[in-house]
């Protein structure tokens, strides 16, 4: 059997670690189908989307541990994290990961709470009377 290849990939808070091994296209995250994993479609859609673009989705068994973050934050954790473990396969399959934009590493996060405001942004109510 072939050398498995990993790749790590964060969102926000989410972590997920990636493998991804020659198989028949079984995508495993926490030791669920990621169909039961992700219930959502659109999720699915982003876990699948870097094998799509390389048209390996039936070429690969990939195997994820996720933690931390929501179920958003780790389906798109998950999206990085298989794109970059497609690099360590192949290499030349940079260019139309990158065209796709999938290999970039969401920076956003959560912006801290200030004092004198409730949440970051939102203020007290404001009592006239």
Do not use: C, W
């Amino acid at each position: 059997m072939e050398k498995q290849k990993n790749a790590v990939g964060r969102r926000k808070e989410a972590i997920t670690r990636v493998f991804i091994s020659k198989g028949t296209g079984n995508i495993i995250v926490n030791d669920k189908n990621y169909k039961q994993y992700f219930t959502l479609m659109y999720l699915q859609n982003q876990v699948e989307a870097p094998l799509k673009t390389t048209d390996t989705l039936d070429k690969f068994d990939v195997k994820v541990n996720a933690t931390g973050g929501g179920i958003k934050g780790q389906a798109e954790a998950v999206k990085l994290g298989i794109a970059r473990a497609l690099l360590e396969v192949n290499p030349e399959f940079r260019p139309v990961l990158k065209a796709a934009g999938l290999l970039k590493r969401d920076p956003r996060g959560v912006e801290r709470k200030k004092f004198g405001h409730k949440k970051a942004r939102r203020s007290f109510q404001f009592s006239k009377r």
